[in-house]
């Protein structure tokens, strides 16, 4: 309803399509509108217009790209989980790649930023080879990033020390005290640490502590685990120190009883 205008009118509208294919479209449209009028000066009509045609669409080749910024931090992840607490320090020195021809070095705080970076997707590398010494990646080393204009798109990389603690328990066939051609390993013992975590020698007879905390360790040989028919040739207790980045190696040697099975 049009009061400035003194009428009134009321309209329909309807409009069918078909598409071919996603790149083309052929329509027709039809609307009809009633028009009554208060004013003298303006004539009661019926108006109807029809409209048809054909929409296409094609790849002009030109596209528009976003340019946005990516910063992060490269830490050390205490707890493996990938995401940067307060209490986790910054790493310094560690190279970051956008692509293969930009790259960052973390600052003291550990942070790093890539500007007016343009395009749609993009993949942020962490160069591993600049990593410190036992040091691995918690995330992927690769990620992919899509580009919003004039947003800021945070990417951490956390890493963790590789410091863990290994060892064979072998039945030492030579008698020398190490690990050799002729020795052979034992499964299904198990060794303890302090805290009572607990591992288990694989069909090589190795075992493994991965990921464990810096400092001083109980390494324990469990008796009960092992054939009847072997002694260990070295203490079943060690106390060790470990450090960070380090992986600490601790055989254990066993030799056969003649005489029992």
């Not at 083309?24 to 004013?39: C, H, K, L, P, S």
């Not at 320090?89 to 500007?115: C, M, N």
């Not at 798109?153 to 690990?179: K, L, P």
């Not at 260990?232 to 009883?257: A, D």
Request: charged letters at 25%; hydrophobic letters at 35%; zero cysteines.
């Amino acid at each position: 309803m049009s009061f400035l205008s003194g009428q009134d009118y009321i309209e329909g509208y309807s409009q069918l399509s078909y598409r071919p294919n996603n790149d083309t479209e052929i329509y027709g449209a039809f609307r009809v509108r009633n028009i009554w009028a208060d004013n003298p000066s303006i004539s009661k009509r019926i108006d109807v217009d029809f409209n048809a045609g054909l929409r296409y669409v094609w790849d002009t080749g030109v596209a528009w790209e976003s340019t946005g910024s990516i910063e992060g931090h490269v830490f050390k992840d205490l707890n493996s989980d990938g995401l940067r607490q307060r209490d986790e320090a910054p790493i310094e020195g560690v190279k970051i790649w956008l692509g293969k021809d930009k790259s960052q070095v973390t600052d003291i705080f550990g942070y790093y930023k890539f500007k007016n970076v343009r395009g749609q997707k993009v993949y942020v590398n962490l160069d591993t080879s600049s990593l410190p010494g036992g040091f691995i990646s918690t995330v992927p080393v690769t990620q992919g990033v899509n580009i919003e204009q004039s947003r800021i798109i945070n990417v951490d990389f956390g890493i963790s020390s590789r410091t863990e603690i290994t060892g064979i328990v072998f039945e030492d066939v030579d008698g020398n005290g190490e690990y050799s051609e002729p020795d052979k390993g034992v499964r299904k013992v198990i060794i303890t640490l302090e805290d009572g975590k607990e591992a288990v020698t694989d069909d090589s007879g190795r075992y493994f502590f991965r990921n464990f905390p810096i400092g001083e360790h109980t390494i324990s040989l469990d008796l009960k685990s092992i054939p009847v028919y072997y002694l260990p040739e070295v203490p079943i207790t060690k106390e060790i120190v470990l450090f960070e980045g380090v992986t600490y190696i601790y055989n254990i040697p066993l030799k056969r009883i003649e005489g029992r099975e």
